[in-house]
């Protein structure tokens, strides 16, 4: 965790600085991106976010949007970036696959790579690693690594209070999750001091629905869920046609899966989404049952214990039952 000083003194000069996060960011990759953004450039640093996709509609307002680099859009400007680069940030990924197609050219890149991230298991691609698989988010890093670390706590400003504070209430379900310490309370306290609006941001992010979204969350609850109660499990599955049905965009099934958990006695919930190009699937769930062991062993993902994802290539149907036939293999966890 900590950081040589022959690695921070490279802060102290004027460099051309890429900060990349995972694809389809959430409210940690965005925020944690952004914050880091408005002090590097505090520091007299060039720099670019550099995205993989669009992001959710609900982070359609915090602060520094506009300045985001989208790859897919202006792939020769994006090259240009990486090729002039002086160092890589890597912030809310320990694996070079989840930042899309972005992944070969950050391995090409010949710039130094540095992660600070809080996802296990991390890849061995960065000279600097500044991570912690007991932190909330990477939020929750990127203000430890200014304000400890680099010990610039008067550098923390209000755009950046506002990014940090975002990342670490999204990735803590708005501090319920077990995940929140009194560590996190702390800096959350200062973040609020350094001038986040935080009734602002809950606004922002949970009373921010179209009538829309509203009603496809109305159809999955209706049409799309299964509960398996012998197994504690419940889980949704959306095919393409639920999704063209609502025009379903980026960030639309976010949190859906929080539902499946929510019914009393489940302690495993899942979201298979049939996004055309690959099954995407996220897991929930409570106490010690592995969410990143099932995703990583069977569904080519990762994660954290009680919050991970994967992928499949295979048919919905398929990844839906090969789910339910794992179910056994931890009936210690769920029956
Ligand atoms: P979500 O279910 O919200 O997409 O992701 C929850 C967590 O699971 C993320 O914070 C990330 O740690 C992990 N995760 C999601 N999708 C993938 C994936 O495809 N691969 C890996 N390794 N981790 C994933
Ligand atoms: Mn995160």
Redesign the pocket.
């Known amino acids: 965790m900590l950081v040589g000083e022959e690695y921070l003194v490279e802060l102290t000069r004027p460099k051309k600085i890429i900060i990349t996060t995972h694809h389809k960011p959430?409210?940690?990759?965005l925020g944690?991106s952004l914050g880091l953004y408005y002090w590097l450039k505090k520091k007299g640093h060039e720099v670019h976010v550099v995205l993989s996709s669009d992001f959710p509609d609900f982070l359609d307002w915090i602060p520094g949007r506009e300045e985001l680099v989208f790859f897919s859009k202006n792939p020769t400007y994006g090259q240009q970036l990486f090729d002039e680069a002086d160092l890589i940030f890597c912030l809310?990924y320990s694996a070079l696959s989840r930042t899309n197609l972005l992944e070969p050219i950050i391995r090409e890149a010949k710039a130094p790579k540095w992660m600070i991230?809080?996802?296990l298991e991390p890849e061995d691609f960065a000279v600097v690693k500044y991570w912690d698989s007991n932190a909330?988010?990477?939020?929750q890093l990127i203000y430890t690594f200014i304000t400890e670390v680099c010990k610039d706590v008067d550098a923390v400003d209000a755009n950046m209070a506002t990014c940090l504070y975002t990342?670490i209430m999204?990735?803590t379900g708005s501090f319920r999750f077990r995940n929140t310490t009194s560590a996190v309370h702390h800096i959350i306290a200062k973040l609020l001091d350094a001038g986040a609006r935080n009734w602002e941001i809950h606004e922002h992010i949970y009373n921010s629905s179209t009538e829309n979204r509203l009603k496809f969350l109305g159809y999955c609850l209706l049409n799309c869920l299964e509960v398996i109660p012998e197994y504690h499990t419940a889980m949704f599955t959306l095919t393409k046609e639920d999704l063209a049905k609502f025009n379903v965009t980026t960030g639309d099934t976010e949190g859906l899966v929080n539902y499946a958990l929510s019914i009393k006695g489940i302690r495993l919930a899942g979201l298979f989404v049939d996004r055309t190009e690959i099954i995407k699937l996220s897991l929930r769930s409570t106490g010690d049952i592995p969410c990143n062991e099932i995703c990583r062993t069977y569904f080519n993902g990762g994660g954290h214990l009680n919050a991970a994802g994967g992928n499949s290539n295979d048919e919905i149907g398929e990844v839906v039952n090969r789910f339910k036939s794992i179910l056994p293999a931890y009936k210690e966890f769920l029956t």
């Open positions: 959430d409210g940690d990759a944690s809310d991230d809080h996802h909330a988010a990477t939020a990342g999204t990735d």
